[in-house]
C-alpha cells in the first residue's frame, strides 16, 4: 500500500460547528504533515508529527487542533473556524528522515460559511 | 534562510512540444530537491527527486538534473501531452534551521494543447 488516503473529500460546515479531518497512512511512515492550500499557490505547512509526536507547529491558530492517535492516523479537529479558512487541506507522510520524499493525500476540500 | 524561484507561468504549449520549466534555489549545505505535480482537483505527486550534485531524476518522460554550480533543477520533458496539463512545484529539503519542512516554488500552471 503507497497511498495516503484522507476523509472526507469535501466538507462544508459553519463557523460554529465542530469538524475533523482524518489521514491515513499504511506504508510504516513515522512522519505526518498537515498542510493547507490556496487556489493557485503551494501548499503551507501547519503541523509535522515524528515518531506520533508534534515536532512542529507553524504558529496555526488554536481553532485547528492536531492529533496522532497512532503511526498510521492523523487528525485535524477543527472548531469555530473562519471563512478565510476555507481551503484544501492536506495530508503527507514521509519515512523517518524528513529528507526523504513527502507522500501526499488527495486533500480535503473544506469550505467555511 | 531557503527558497525556491520557479519561471513564471502560465506556460501554454502544443501537443509534442518541448517543455522546460526553470527552477533555482537557495538554500545551506545540501538540499534534496524534488518536483511535484497536482493534477486539477488533486493533491501533489512526487514526480522526481535528486538526493545530491549531478543526480538526474526521471520519471514518465521527465528529467531534472541537480545542479550546484547553477544551484538549478530545471524540469524538462521532450514531447508533452495533453494529459501533462497540471500545475508543478519545485521543491527543497534543506534541513538545519528549516528541520522537518519542504520549502516550494510558487509553482507553474502548464496547458497543453492538442
Known amino acids: 500500500d503507497t497511498e495516503v488516503t484522507q476523509t472526507p473529500k469535501h466538507l462544508v460546515m459553519g463557523m460554529t460547528n465542530k469538524k475533523s479531518l482524518k489521514c491515513e497512512q499504511h506504508m510504516g511512515h513515522r512522519a505526518m504533515y498537515w498542510y493547507k492550500q490556496k487556489a493557485k499557490k503551494p501548499p503551507e505547512l501547519m503541523f509535522v508529527y515524528s515518531y506520533e509526536k508534534l515536532s512542529i507547529n507553524e504558529s496555526v491558530p488554536s481553532r485547528f487542533s492536531p492529533e496522532c492517535p497512532n503511526s498510521s492516523l492523523l487528525n485535524l479537529h477543527l472548531h469555530a473556524l473562519q471563512p478565510e479558512d476555507s481551503a484544501l487541506y492536506l495530508c503527507?507522510?514521509?519515512?523517518?528522515?524528513?529528507?526523504?520524499?513527502?507522500?501526499f493525500g488527495p486533500g480535503t476540500r473544506l469550505t467555511v460559511l | 534562510g531557503d527558497s525556491v524561484t520557479q519561471m513564471e507561468g502560465p506556460v501554454t504549449l502544443s501537443e509534442e512540444a518541448f517543455l522546460t520549466i526553470n527552477c533555482t534555489y537557495t538554500a545551506t549545505g545540501y538540499p534534496s530537491l524534488f518536483w511535484y505535480v497536482q493534477y486539477p482537483g488533486e493533491g501533489l505527486q512526487l514526480l522526481l527527486k535528486a538526493t545530491k550534485a549531478d543526480d538526474k531524476g526521471s520519471n514518465k518522460g521527465f528529467e531534472a538534473t541537480y545542479r550546484k554550480e547553477t544551484t538549478s533543477f530545471h524540469l524538462e520533458k521532450g514531447s508533452v501531452q495533453v494529459s501533462d496539463s497540471a500545475v508543478y512545484f519545485c521543491?527543497?529539503?534543506?534541513?538545519?534551521?528549516?528541520?522537518?519542512?519542504?520549502?516550494f516554488g510558487q509553482g507553474t500552471i502548464l496547458t497543453v494543447h492538442p
Open positions: 503527507a507522510s514521509s519515512q523517518e528522515g524528513f529528507r526523504n520524499e513527502q507522500f
Open positions: 521543491a527543497l529539503y534543506a534541513g538545519g534551521t528549516s528541520y522537518g519542512k519542504l520549502t
